[in-house]
């Protein structure tokens, strides 16, 4: 085998040829990488020149040999008559994952022409129904710079996410791989691509796999007296997941019948038969409704607008969070009859018991549209909801100090030190702010709080005070940490 997640001999063994220089574990790591440059009845030399070992991450032992054989190559090798053929076998590896191969197919999701497009990931593939091998056929992301696990003993590859043995990507698959790179831009040089990452659309009304926020809606009853409609309000944000508050939609009536009839529209009943949001004890705010509003200044078309001020009603993680059914019965005032649904904006296109993306139920978020279309024919453009990058979430790094017997990272946002001072009587004192950038309860506090709990640093001076966010004592401990957390799930104030 090689250095791989379960098997470190190999890696240890250099180590320590590197460090005691001692002949006979030289030995030892130099005949490691001649077993895999020569393959020796084990392992199969492909056209193309890469070492295949087996089914599962072929390409992964082979570009974690090839790392290995570089670092030998780097140290204890450098002096060996072998040296270019170890370095050819080492890059041999990763030009052949790269596209150097007979397919000219390259194994690293991204790159080249002809790439994987379907790894085994669901982070790639996003979707909703909770299974890999459902819908959509094909991965919603690109999930670039994964190592697949490679082509068979044959050199057949299958771009099938069910197909994990071919199709899979791991981060010890990329271990190896991108230790390897480093090496490779170390001795040759490279540069970034300015272009990079491509942009994603999202939001597109004709690509509904990619739409974030919208509503399916069903016909539940119809009849003289009224109709009742199932709504479920989906949050499928992707770019990137998030919880989204002040949700609404609107449903658009024609009440000409009521008109006729000598009968006030803001009249019209509006019962509630189901409201989702009910069951999930973290969500504070429920959904709210209005009464019919006139829309436009002609005519009688009138809207209900429902609004789900707490985001967390639908939550994009699984199967029973990531949409909130709401069902509102629209009934005749006194229950009378003479309702006709057959006008109704909003009511085209739906059929009892199925679920249809209604694209004339639009959504908004702070009373802005952001899906559908409305009465008038206004609607969002895909260029509206384009990004050219995801968002960048940035952590402040702390500071290090280190010394020759013991490694300590300190975390100081001031010059004093901790002491039991009341945050009151500091000005730049605010409970949960542990990076002292005037904001409360970001990541960034949360990671810095983890790890001083965890022993990983050592927070003093003002953090240290701020990070006090329990105080029933004056210890920093992980009810702080629990504290924190809780507050930026807004479960306290």
Known sequence: WGQCWDDVTQGGILLYAINTNDDYYISRAERHVQYWVNGEGVIKIMEGGLRWLTDWGCLRHATAAAFTAQVACDTILKSSPKLATYEDFAKTQVDYSLGVNPENFSYVVGYGEDYPKNPHSRTAH???????QREPANNRHTIYGALVGGPGANGDYVDDRNDYMYTEITTDYNAGYTAMLCALIQKYGGKTDPNFPPQ?????????????????TQMSEDSANGTTIIFNLNNHTAWPARVVDNLSFRYYMDLSELVTAGLNPEDMVIRCDRDESKMHSFVTQNATWTKPIKYGTTGNIYYVEVSLPDGRACLPIADDFFDCEVILAFVMPNYASGWDSSNDYSRKGLVKGVDVINQNVPVYVNNQLVFGIEPDGTTVTPSETTTTKPPVITTPAPTTTTSNTTTTTTVSNSSSTASNTSSSQNPNSKIGDVDVDGQVGKIADVVLLGKHVASKITLTGQGLVNANCDTRDLAVNVADLQALIKYMLKQID
């Open 200 to 216: 994603e659309v999202y939001n597109d009304p004709s690509k509904p796999d990619s739409l974030e926020l919208f509503v399916k």
């Open 126 to 132: 996003a979707t909703w129904m909770g299974a890999l």
